[in-house]
């Protein structure tokens, strides 16, 4: 078995404790603000805007350290600096958008950032609020992707802010990438994540027997293995800090489910067989964090019973993870007796179900079938949805069109 490189020096990890301590710290700062004179509001302002601008530093930094980290592990081939090259041309293009979405991410007041809920570094997690909490809300605990190396909760930002608009509370979960951690690490911090929103989501007005699980590309992959495995552990007996009973529904976007098929795939388009066994633990533990292989083991058998309902989507021209792997795994839950749905968009990439369709705002298959799960049986939210403006293009449709025919994905 690989072990893990050593994680000295990878990431930073103070800045974010002293954001994430503000936040906790919010109960206490009604009588505080009670008992200051009237020269507190500027310090209450100056003060918050440190914070916010010191968060925002330690978040680039952090994000640059992913980029520098991928291309360390990638290497500077001619192929790597084309897409290198492409990549940049993507996020040029997009950047209109994403900068309306990064704005919000950093001034939004229907955001929590960096709570903590583990011990280990990156155990931190964004929630995406509605603007009025006048009942216990669904939640979504949204696992992003980034080829296993550059996963950032901040990525699910776009997302978690329009499903927040529909009165859907959104939990983006962040973990430990290659090489701080492994697969085994990350699906750790995942199941980790998925026991803090189960037990504390009440607080921050969700309701506890409305959580849904979502992963996308690598997350999803992550999401289901710490889902199943638990579900396995469940079934045995042993202690467990969640129910899978728990998560109402499994979404899974543009995931793949069977790395012994994977590995040849991921080898031809970047992401080197060395590598990507290293992050995957060695060859030998390609079976136990597939999924599509995990169910039809004879040890999973009491466990299917207690998976929810599994919905995947996949686009049939993505190229990154090809949608055979959604397929698959949907027919071996299904022989397996598992309650397993697949939904295919044809003609979609690897990035437009979540990235290039999101930022065209307007109806969307795939964001209003989650809305309208999410909702069925509540008639008031279903009504508020009908009535609900269409969401905001944040992209001209040009440039967006443009982004789809250069992405390296």
Known sequence: MVTSPSPVGFFPVEP????????????????????????SPVL????????????????????????????????????????????????????PGFLQVLY??????????SIVYGDQPRNRLDLYLPKNIDGPKPVIIFVTGGAWIIGYKGWGSLLGFQLAERDIIVTCIDYRNFPQGTI?????????????????????????????????????????????????KESKGESV??????????????????????????????????????????????QQFSPEILVEDPSARNAIPLLPHIVLFHGTEDFSIPSDSSITFVDTLKRVGARAELILYHGKTHTDLFIQ?????????????????????DAEALANDAMAPPRKRLCPEPLVKLAGLVSPF
Not at 18 to 36: D, K, P, Q, V, W
Not at 51 to 77: D, K, M, N
Not at 104 to 113: A, G, V
């Open 104 to 113: 919000k991410y950093f001034t939004s007041s229907q955001i929590l950032r």
């Open 184 to 232: 085994g690490d990350m699906v750790e911090d995942v199941s980790r994540g998925i026991s803090f929103v189960c037990n504390n989501i009440a607080k921050y007005g969700g309701d506890p027997n409305r959580i849904y699980l979502m992963g996308q590309s690598a997350g999803a992959h992550i999401a289901s293995c710490a889902l199943l495995k638990h579900a396995i």
């Open 16 to 39: 974010i404790r002293r954001s994430s301590t503000s936040i906790n710290n919010n109960n206490n700062s009604g009588s505080l603000a009670r008992r200051r004179t009237k020269s």
């Open 357 to 377: 369709d999101a930022l065209r705002g307007g109806k969307e298959e795939l964001f209003d079938f989650i809305v309208e799960y999410l909702h069925a049986g």
């Open 241 to 286: 800090s969640w129910s899978a009973s728990q998560i109402n529904a499994y979404f899974g976007l543009s995931g793949g489910y069977n790395l012994t098929n994977l590995v040849d795939h991921f080898d031809r388009r970047g992401l080197y067989r060395s590598i990507f066994l290293s992050i995957m633990e060695g060859d030998e533990s390609l």
């Open 44 to 95: 209450c302002r100056s003060e918050s805007l440190g914070r916010e601008i010191g968060h925002a530093a330690s978040e680039t930094y952090l994000i640059t350290r992913l980029a520098f980290t991928l291309l360390r592990y990638l290497g500077v081939g001619r192929r790597w600096i084309s897409r290198l090259l492409a990549l940049g041309l993507y996020a040029m293009l997009l950047m």
